[in-house]
């Protein structure tokens, strides 16, 4: 049997430990021993933030893989679902992070990673070519959206993922309020 492991991809600007992430990790360990957890801290270049997720897609490439992202890690794991063909849960995914994340403009000091970047066309264009226009396995995506969410419009992600599986909640926020609730039924659906 292939051993299991479950990748978490944090949104823009945070880091592994992220509620989500965390909260996911500890559900693992208590409850799904057998699943291994990867959260890693992503780069602060997107070029660079594949490149790590493709390092370990090489590295588990005998393993079963799945994957959770949050806001642009959302974004993010749609790439890979396409690319890998894996399962997915997109938690409140960035549709245009090129448009939505335009405000950063200029020179940038990742929080995480005390790391200077600049925030410019070059970024915006790495963004770009992560971009999915359509959805060649919407069967492997599952999209967990809150109406209330402050940071993205959630009508954006339900037109772009129709055709997937989408539970959209009333109110709520960007951080998806209530996560743990879903944590059985997000290994089911991804094992």
């Known amino acids: 049997m292939k051993q299991k492991v479950f990748i978490s991809l944090h949104g823009f600007h945070s880091s592994p430990q992220s509620l989500k992430a965390l909260q996911?990790?500890?559900?693992?360990?208590?409850?799904?021993?057998?699943?291994?957890f990867i959260c890693p801290q992503l780069p602060a270049l997107p070029k660079d933030m594949w490149?790590?997720?493709t390092a370990i897609f090489e590295q588990y490439k005998d393993c079963e893989i799945a994957l959770m992202g949050?806001?642009?890690?959302?974004?993010?794991a749609t790439k890979?679902?396409?690319?890998?063909?894996?399962?997915?849960?997109?938690?409140?995914?960035a549709v245009s992070p090129d448009l939505l994340l335009t405000?950063?403009?200029?020179?940038?000091?990742?929080?995480y990673l005390q790391q200077q970047y600049l925030f410019d066309q070059?970024?915006?264009d790495q963004l770009?070519?992560?971009?999915?226009?359509?959805?060649?396995?919407?069967?492997l995506i599952w999209v967990l959206l809150q109406e209330g969410d402050e940071v993205l419009d959630y009508r954006e992600a339900l037109n772009k993922y129709q055709t997937t599986k989408v539970t959209c909640e009333p109110r709520?926020?960007?951080?998806?309020m209530g996560f743990e609730r879903y944590l059985q039924e997000i290994i089911n659906f991804l094992y």
């Open 24 to 36: 996911m990790k500890e559900y693992l360990a208590k409850n799904h021993p057998e699943i291994d």
């Open 51 to 53: 490149q790590t997720i």
């Open 70 to 76: 949050s806001s642009l890690g959302g974004f993010l």
């Open 80 to 93: 890979v679902v396409q690319t890998y063909q894996v399962k997915a849960i997109l938690i409140n995914p």
């Open 103 to 111: 405000k950063y403009q200029g020179p940038q000091v990742h929080p």
């Open 122 to 124: 070059n970024y915006i």
């Open 128 to 139: 770009k070519e992560l971009n999915v226009d359509s959805l060649n396995y919407p069967e």
């Open 172 to 176: 709520g926020n960007h951080s998806f």
